[in-house]
């Protein structure tokens, strides 16, 4: 021991001696610059480590549930662009994709196309934002705002195919509101490489950063084995080292068809959650690659109907057309699925989102479920606090990526 | 064309004939607790099982614990309020295999006067909160948990929003102003482990 350490440790001694240790109960929240929406965070400690920590939610409650029960199959769609708002084209296409399960209906090709290639395209956005936001919170201000940059030319894409950037209301029941605008392919290739150079620039600000690392590495640390036990999905669950991805493990649409790799980590940490979503979004712009090298022609929505509406020109030009278009969004008309339930997972941005709905043959849902993939997330915060530094909640929270609206829905 | 007209008559046909081929798990699942206690079924091609509420501690734990169900995560539990069947409700709980790559839906029925069941959160510790989010939105009671407290809604909420007998429009009496409460260490429930 060189004498400098020995005066450290002389120093510390003394400290311990004179200094009363001393419990602290501190809120974080609920409304806090470092919380992405509202919930509030209680810790208790003794100095900076934290002994005790409780998570208190629900501040974001809307009655999804009840609401989505009152109203008809096809207006559940615009409760489900609230659930998750940074990627609300899964949430969308998962509650169709449910309740054309219990309908038995299965759409054209060219719609599942045109799903996965936005669903992968609002991963893309999700991740970018989680990440960015999460750097920002360490005090990388540059790296968020050019993931805002990458967001943006993400949300232009979705904004063209769809009309909203963040309230896409994006998939009907039996295919999709419209089909890809002219151009759209072009549009996408063009801006395509322009994420892909963000994420490169985001690696290199990030990946290899001094500060970064020390504030990320060995923190949260979450075992394969409690991983699973706390519920995790998502990119939590991969990063710990379990290979659990919903579209590999039970492929939904036409996941089957591309090729694509599920990208796993080693220790659990903060660190890994973020090399993790890096990954993912570059496998992700590989299914957007082979999306559209292999987009079909043909239609979007289902020829059915007794559930997908009749096309504007008929409404507008015939009786026919006209009766159709009433029939399906008059009270009391619309889409009976038959009775029955059925549970559809998919691979949100944070994990895996599943509807389970019910039907009870009318035409509004009689249960309309939604499994929040950051639900068990958030659940699990006391267990990741635990031994870490107050410094280290803010890395911890936002590696989780906690959305407000699926949280509490 | 690539699409598939509805055809409900056909469909019926087919999951009829999925019935045939239930998992060897399930069989000795039966042996254990009993033909009475245990019901099975395939609505759209998802396995569904009732157990009755006495025996779901002991059936979760052969399903997770066999060598061949394996279903080690806990994916979602919630409540289907069945207003005028006898039993009213039913808790829905979905659980996933990652090793052996399966899912599985396990349904309890309950009835309205007791609207209780034993906690799972034993032998799965992620259904805490989403047992209590049940007692929350649902009034179902789940014996054993350890902290089962209101989580969405506030302490003096009246009633359980998600009973089909409760009004969208109903109105909550105001609150009056709490003083912030202090909590200590000592009172506290250990996190789920």
């Not at chain 2, 999925?18 to 607790?33: H, Q, T, V, W």
């Not at chain 2, 759209?44 to 066999?66: G, N, P, Y």
């Amino acid at each position: 021991m060189t004498t400098k350490e020995k005066q450290f440790v002389g120093v510390a001694e003394v400290m311990e001696e004179e200094i009363p240790v001393e419990e602290m109960f501190l809120n974080m929240g609920p409304s806090h610059p470092s919380m992405h929406g509202i919930v509030r965070i209680m810790v208790r400690i003794t100095g900076e480590r934290i002994v005790w920590s409780d998570v208190e939610i629900g501040y974001l409650h809307r009655a999804f549930e009840k609401s989505v029960e009152a109203n008809s199959w096809n207006s559940a769609t615009i409760y489900t662009d609230r659930l998750n708002y940074v990627s609300p084209i899964i949430n969308n296409v998962g509650y169709c994709m449910a309740v054309e399960k219990l309908l038995g209906i299965t759409i054209p090709e060219r719609g599942e196309y045109v799903r996965v290639l936005l669903s992968e395209i609002s991963r893309i956005a999700d991740h970018i934002t989680a990440v960015g936001a999460a750097a920002m919170e360490l005090g990388a201000f540059t790296a968020f705002l050019y993931t805002m940059k990458a967001r943006e030319y993400c949300y232009e894409l979705i904004e063209s195919a769809c009309g909203a950037r963040i309230t896409t209301n994006f998939a009907r029941v039996g295919g999709i509101c419209a089909d890809l605008p002219e151009g759209f392919e072009s549009e996408c290739r063009k801006y395509m490489p322009m994420v892909a150079d963000v994420i490169v620039e985001l690696d290199k600000l990030l990946t290899r950063n001094r500060i970064f690392i020390d504030r990320t590495k060995n923190i949260g640390a979450v075992s394969g084995e409690d991983a699973v036990k706390l519920g995790f999905t998502g990119p939590l669950l991969r990063a710990s080292g379990v290979a659990y991805d919903v579209r590999r493990a039970f492929p939904y649409s036409i996941y089957e068809t591309f090729d694509f790799a599920v990208p796993v980590g080693t220790n659990g940490d903060v660190f890994d959650r973020y090399l993790v979503r890096m990954e993912e979004m570059r496998q992700s712009m590989k299914i957007v690659y082979q999306c559209l090298d292999k987009l079909p022609d043909g239609p979007v929505n289902a020829i059915d109907k007794t559930v997908t509406k009749p096309d504007k020109t008929d409404v507008y030009d015939n009786i026919e057309g006209l009766m159709n278009q009433f029939k399906l969004v008059m009270d009391g008309h619309g889409i009976n699925p038959p009775p029955g339930e059925f549970y559809q997972p998919v691979e949100a941005g944070n994990g895996e989102l599943g509807f389970y709905v019910v039907s009870d043959g009318t035409d509004k849902p009689y249960k309309c479920r939604c499994r929040p993939p950051c639900f068990p997330l958030v659940q699990a915060i006391p267990f990741m606090l635990k031994d870490h530094m107050v410094a280290d909640v803010v890395p911890i929270f936002g590696s989780i990526n906690m959305i407000g609206g699926e949280l509490d829905r | 064309m690539l699409v598939t007209p509805p055809n409900r008559l056909l469909r019926l046909v087919i999951y009829k004939n999925n019935i045939m081929d239930i998992p060897a798990y399930i069989e000795r699942l039966e042996e254990k607790i009993g033909t009475d206690n245990l019901q099975t079924n395939y609505p759209h091609d998802q396995l569904t099982i009732t157990v009755s509420r006495d025996k779901i501690q002991e059936a979760l734990q052969f399903l997770r614990d066999d060598d061949e169900a394996l279903f080690d995560h806990f994916m979602d539990l919630t409540a289907v309020d069945y207003i005028g069947k006898q039993p009213r409700f039913q808790v829905v709980i979905h659980l996933v295999s990652i090793p052996k790559s399966q899912r599985i839906r396990i349904k309890i029925n309950i009835d309205d006067d007791s609207a209780e069941m034993p906690t799972i959160t034993g032998i799965y510790p992620a259904a805490d909160w989403f047992e209590r989010e049940c007692y929350d939105l649902y009034g179902i009671r789940f014996a054993g948990h350890p902290n089962l407290k209101r989580i969405m809604l506030y302490d003096e909420f009246e009633g359980y929003p998600l009973r089909k007998d409760y009004p969208i429009r109903k109105r909550q009496p105001r609150v009056e102003l709490r003083k912030p409460e202090v909590r200590r260490s000592d009172e506290t429930v250990e996190p789920p482990r």
